[in-house]
């Protein structure tokens, strides 16, 4: 019914940047908040930032000041800026979208930053 496709991860180094993408196709008429994720090896899958319908954010702590969520309502997608990345940030980072009250995963994407 609704497939999301993640792009954009790979390898950076420490204090570079990556931009995460996210676009959802298929059955769609609206889509209310939207969220990226990640998980770390050995570690439970945790909330980087979310986006609600009507622009608000939220980041976790370890993140604010670095990343930036926005999204394109008309391409129906979500998108992650990272900056001054750290090693702690490697993870396979998802996304997450309510289409319109269900929410969806997208397949994940890995991010590696090196020292």
């Known amino acids: 019914q609704v497939q999301l496709v993640e792009s954009g991860g790979g390898l950076a180094q420490a204090g570079g940047s990556l931009r995460l993408s996210c676009a959802a196709s298929?059955?769609?008429?609206?889509?209310?908040?939207m969220g990226w994720y990640r998980q770390a090896p050995g570690k439970s899958r945790e909330l980087v930032a979310v986006?609600?319908?009507?622009?608000?954010?939220e980041y976790a702590d370890s993140v604010k000041g670095r990343f930036t969520i926005s999204r394109d309502n008309g391409k129906n997608t979500v998108f992650l800026q990272m900056n001054s990345l750290k090693p702690e940030d490697t993870a396979v980072y998802y996304c997450?979208?309510?289409?319109?009250?269900?929410?969806?995963w997208g397949q994940g994407t890995q991010v590696t930053v090196s020292s």
């Open positions: 997450n979208m309510k289409v319109p009250i269900r929410s969806y």
């Open positions: 298929g059955s769609i008429f609206s889509i209310g908040a």
């Open positions: 986006i609600s319908s009507g622009g608000s954010t």
